[in-house]
Nanobody, 123 residues
Framework: QVQLVESGGGLVQAGGSLRLSCAAS????????MGWFRQAPGKERQFVAA????????VYTDSVKGRFTISRDNAKNTVYLQMNSLKPEDTAVYYC????????????????WGQGTQVTVSS
């Protein structure tokens, strides 16, 4: 089993910043990616960003490029999502997830999910 625990969500004004954290524990994998997804009310869950753990390679959805940064801390088995210049349309529940390898793309699909953390951006 894999446990993923997100933290760092909250309420912020437009233009502000938040940093989300996701700590992983339990089963380990030799090759995997960790990703962030979000789901706004009434909308489907959307891919935000992912990082390949072994190489540090990252990928982002177009709407967050230049504003969000995904990073990892190997020692803490933790992935972060630094979110800057937040917009009201970034409001959503943010989930982290793990995709065990092998894979050709870190975008998806993902097998293990956290419980989510709410991010609300006020205008």
């Amino acid at each position: 089993q894999v446990q993923l625990v997100e933290s760092g969500g909250g309420l912020v004004q437009a233009g502000g910043s938040l940093r989300l954290s996701c700590a992983a524990s339990g089963r380990t994998f030799s090759n995997y990616a960790m990703g962030w997804f979000r789901q706004a009310p009434g909308k489907e869950r959307q891919f935000v960003a992912a990082i390949v753990w072994s190489t540090g390679s990252t990928v982002y959805t177009d709407s967050v490029k230049g504003r969000f940064t995904i990073s990892r801390d190997n020692a803490k088995n933790t992935v972060y999502l630094q979110m800057n210049s937040l917009k009201p349309e970034d409001t959503a529940v943010y989930y982290c997830a793990i995709r065990p390898g092998p894979f050709t793309s870190p975008v998806g699909p993902y097998d293990y999910w956290g419980q989510g953390t709410q991010v609300t951006v006020s205008s």
